[in-house]
Every structure is written in C-alpha cells, then in structure tokens.
Nanobody, 127 residues
C-alpha cells in the first residue's frame, strides 16, 4: 500500500521559515518524480515544487522561486521542502504527491498526473 505522510507545518510570522517533510512507502520512489502542491481556502490546488526521479533537477512555481528549496531527504524515500522568507500568501494546506509515470524526464505541474497524495499539512503565515 502506497502511503505519503507530510509533517512540519505550523504557524509562522511573515519572513520566517518552515521545513516540510514527506515520508513515502509502498513504492520504489527513487524511480518517480515527487512534488509539493498547496491549496488555500477558496482556491484550486496549485503546483509549488517538484524534483525529478533521479534527484538531479528541481522545478519551482514562480511565486516561490528563490525562497523555497526542494530536495531528497537523508532518509530513504523522503523529500524535504525548505521554505524561507514566508509570506501570508503562502498560507494553505501543503500536499506531497508522486507522479504516476516512472522515470518521467520532466515532472509535470498538473496535479491530475500525480496518482498518490498525502493527507496534507497546514501552513499558516501571519502578517
């Protein structure tokens, strides 16, 4: 059974930092791209960042580029999202997901091509 479990969310003031982690199990995740999405109240789920299955490339939404960094974690089958200089508009539920295509050359930014999702972790940035 494939499972993704996010952790690390919380409440932080604008300008602060948070580190999100996603622990995956039930699949050989080193062969699949992984991504972070977020969803704010009243908004659609949006792409935040992705990492290629090989870990050699990362991709970011323009709104977080230069502030967020996604990487493979030290533990097997984990990914980390380091979020710095947080802004109130970063508030939302953050979801970890894994792409359905094995060893896809470039991760997609479309949520519909991700087949497994975590339960989400709340990030709230106060002004």
């Amino acid at each position: 059974q494939v499972q993704l479990v996010e952790s690390g969310g919380g409440l932080v003031q604008a300008g602060g930092s948070l580190t999100l982690s996603c622990a995956a199990s039930g699949r050989t995740f080193s062969s699949y791209a992984m991504a972070w999405f977020r969803q704010a109240p009243g908004h659609e789920r949006e792409f935040v960042a992705a990492i290629k299955w090989s870990g050699t490339s990362t991709y970011y939404a323009d709104s977080v580029k230069g502030r967020f960094t996604m990487s493979r974690g030290n533990a097997k089958d984990t990914v980390v999202l380091q979020m710095n200089n947080l802004k109130p508009e970063d508030t939302g539920i953050y979801y970890c997901a894994t792409e359905s295509t094995r060893q896809h050359n470039k991760p997609s930014r479309a949520p519909e091509v991700y087949d497994y999702w975590g339960q989400g972790t709340q990030v709230t940035v106060s002004s």
